[in-house]
């Protein structure tokens, strides 16, 4: 069907000022119709969206926004949050979300923990965001860790939480790890940060490298030089941080050990393996090709030859096997033990092995741990 818009004229003189005479609209069938415009069509047109978008916000307005878990920092053993519901949640849960109050968005958030003040039973769920799904809180007990990873404040302002209980709910979340020790990197130096989620305390730091020498570090650009392996870094209120950084002389032996610690008793530690413009750990990616195309045997084995203990930096091998390709830096390389099972060899009989069933095994001990590790050299 094919249409045709015939032209139409304006007259200045109507009564309404400007208005379109006459539209045609016609078709094969000949069919034709008029319609008349007014001007102030349009001005209804707009009072009627103007007047739908003001019940819009006030129906907005009207919408009551989640309870809030308020940030509670005089408690004795540091922040938390509380909540207090009004009442019996409904039958499909209380929702809840966390306020951060005035917390920096960037601070360092540790793992979170939830118990409920009342000795109630309840059940509580966890979503990332307003889109996610809820996910249960393992509990037990009545208290459990919140199962997502929420590494800072901006984060934590997107988690919705929906809880069900046969009475008032008063939940406590509250960090648990009361001392944080985080590295992050800013133009090309690598930064530490102290962040104190417990009570009001005095912070001290002691770095020591592969060498076993104690490095000194810069608070606020001044170099702190002491003959004690802990330097202070000063007093840290809740919620509160304080960056530093390694000197740079004498250069460290990587890798480096961190250890931070409280006058409460809190403590946090850390390993950098690497200087800033190092490689890092991670091993090079896909540095042998695709799996897609790869072929043959392609992984070389060594046998380790002597015992390596923890913390070690290196292993001694010996003649390997499998593909001919030598170990390179860079490379990722997986350590298992592969023995070190109990058996029970006493009899050969029913006992042996497990000692009841003639097979198996008494315990595994160590036997089949195991460890990504990157080529230094």
Same mark, same amino acid.
């Given at each position: 069907?094919?249409?045709?818009?015939?032209?139409?004229?304006?007259?200045?003189?109507? *009564?309404?000022?400007?208005?379109?005479?006459?539209?045609?609209?016609? /078709?094969?069938?000949?069919?034709?119709?008029? &319609?008349? &415009?007014?001007?102030?069509?349009?001005?209804?047109?707009?009072?009627?969206?103007?007047?739908? &978008?003001?019940?819009?916000?006030?129906?907005?307005?009207?919408?009551?926004?989640? *309870?809030?878990?308020?940030?509670?920092?005089?408690?004795?053993?540091?922040?938390?949050?509380?909540?207090?519901?009004?009442?019996?949640?409904?039958?499909?849960?209380?929702?809840?979300?966390?306020?951060p109050g005035t917390l920096p968005p960037d601070l360092p958030l540790p793992a979170l923990k939830?118990?409920?003040?009342?000795?109630?039973?309840? /059940?509580?769920? &966890?979503?990332?965001?307003?889109?996610?799904?809820?996910?249960?809180?393992?509990?037990?007990?009545?208290?459990?860790?919140?199962?997502?990873?929420?590494?800072?404040?901006?984060?934590?302002?997107?988690?919705?939480?929906?809880?069900?209980?046969?009475?008032?709910?008063?939940?406590?979340?509250?960090?648990?790890?009361?001392?944080?020790?985080?590295?992050?990197?800013?133009?090309?130096?690598?930064?530490?940060?102290?962040?104190?989620?417990?009570?009001?305390?005095?912070?001290?730091?002691?770095?020591? #490298?592969?060498?076993?020498? #104690?490095?000194?570090?810069?608070?606020?650009?001044?170099?702190?030089?002491?003959?004690?392996?802990?330097?202070?870094?000063?007093?840290?209120?809740?919620?509160?941080?304080?960056?530093?950084?390694?000197?740079?002389?004498?250069?460290?032996?990587?890798?480096?050990?961190?250890?931070?610690?409280?006058?409460?008793?809190?403590?946090?530690?850390?390993?950098?393996?690497?200087?800033?413009?190092?490689?890092?750990?991670?091993?090079?990616?896909?540095?042998?090709?695709?799996?897609? /195309?790869?072929?043959?045997?392609?992984?070389?084995?060594?046998?380790?030859?002597?015992?390596? *203990?923890?913390?070690?930096?290196?292993?001694?091998?010996?003649?390997?096997?499998?593909?001919?390709?030598?170990?390179? *830096?860079?490379?990722?390389?997986?350590?298992?033990?592969?023995?070190?099972?109990?058996?029970?060899?006493?009899?050969?009989?029913?006992?042996?092995?497990?000692?009841?069933?003639?097979?198996?095994?008494?315990?595994?001990?160590? /036997?089949?741990?195991?460890?990504?590790?990157?080529?230094?050299?």
């Amino acid at each position: 069907m094919n249409f045709y818009l015939n032209p139409f004229s304006h007259s200045p003189s109507g *009564p309404y000022g400007n208005e379109v005479r006459k539209v045609s609209l016609s /078709t094969e069938g000949k069919l034709e119709g008029a &319609m008349k &415009m007014r001007r102030d069509a349009g001005l209804v047109l707009s009072t009627l969206l103007l007047a739908a &978008m003001g019940l819009f916000q006030s129906l907005w307005a009207a919408t009551p926004s989640l *309870p809030t878990a308020a940030l509670d920092t005089t408690g004795q053993e540091g922040p938390a949050w509380r909540l207090s519901s009004p009442g019996l949640p409904p039958s499909d849960g209380l929702h809840f979300r966390i306020d951060p109050g005035t917390l920096p968005p960037d601070l360092p958030l540790p793992a979170l923990k939830v118990r409920e003040a009342n000795g109630q039973d309840y /059940t509580l769920e &966890m979503a990332q965001d307003s889109r996610a799904r809820f996910e249960p809180v393992l509990l037990q007990d009545g208290s459990g860790t919140l199962p997502l990873a929420l590494p800072d404040v901006a984060s934590l302002r997107k988690v919705r939480f929906r809880v069900r209980s046969q009475g008032t709910a008063a939940l406590i979340l509250e960090p648990v790890t009361p001392l944080l020790l985080t590295p992050s990197l800013r133009g090309g130096r690598r930064i530490l940060t102290v962040t104190n989620w417990g009570p009001a305390s005095s912070v001290e730091v002691r770095v020591q #490298d592969a060498a076993g020498r #104690d490095i000194n570090v810069e608070v606020g650009g001044h170099l702190q030089v002491s003959g004690v392996e802990w330097r202070s870094l000063g007093d840290l209120q809740p919620t509160s941080r304080m960056e530093f950084r390694l000197a740079s002389d004498p250069a460290p032996v990587y890798p480096v050990s961190i250890e931070a610690r409280t006058d409460q008793g809190t403590a946090a530690k850390t390993t950098l393996y690497a200087p800033e413009s190092g490689s890092g750990v991670c091993a090079t990616p896909g540095k042998d090709g695709a799996g897609g /195309t790869l072929g043959g045997i392609v992984n070389t084995y060594y046998p380790v030859t002597a015992s390596v *203990p923890a913390g070690a930096t290196s292993v001694s091998v010996g003649a390997s096997s499998g593909s001919s390709t030598a170990i390179a *830096p860079g490379d990722l390389l997986l350590l298992i033990q592969m023995q070190d099972a109990a058996i029970n060899t006493t009899y050969n009989s029913a006992s042996y092995g497990d000692g009841s069933t003639g097979a198996g095994y008494s315990s595994l001990n160590g /036997t089949g741990k195991f460890e990504f590790l990157k080529a230094r050299s």
